[in-house]
């Protein structure tokens, strides 16, 4: 079984897991782009039995362009958003692709929220698209 180790850029909050995501994903809503300041989220999905989370960790809620509520967990002395929890999926974990330093992870399968989609980015051949309509 493969063991992968998530963390945050100090290592005060890290994550073991244990398996393979159950999804890869990214995310070009506008409220990604303002978490993370680049224009696409990367996330990878774990049950949140394979997740062991050692370290501290500040939380911040916000409602998401779903509806649903999300909330991050972040290192409360470097900053970096190392995972959260979702209402569209909450038995997941969400985990930030880039905190586990591998340039080997396991590529994006689906990409999210198009319509906010940064023109000049351009997506794998054969990735699909999902467009996911605002709820209001």
Excluded at 4 to 17: D, F, K, V, Y
Excluded at 85 to 98: H, N
Aim: glycine letters at 6%; a positive charge.
């Amino acid at each position: 079984m493969t063991t992968r180790r998530a963390a945050c850029s100090c290592g005060q909050l890290s994550l073991t897991i244990e398996g393979e995501p159950a999804r890869v994903s990214m995310c070009h809503c506008l409220e990604c782009q303002r978490r993370t300041g680049a224009v696409i989220s990367n996330q990878a999905r774990f049950l949140r039995e394979q997740v062991a989370v050692a370290g501290n960790a500040t939380a911040w809620s916000r409602t998401a362009d779903s509806g649903n509520q999300v909330t991050f967990r972040f290192c409360p002395a470097c900053g970096s958003t190392v995972y959260w929890e979702s209402g569209s999926f909450p038995e997941y974990f969400a985990v930030a692709i880039g905190s586990f330093a591998d340039p080997a992870f396991p590529p994006p399968a689906i990409a999210v929220w198009e319509e906010t989609r940064h023109p000049w980015v351009s997506l794998p051949a054969d990735t699909p698209a999902k467009r996911v309509p605002k709820q209001g």
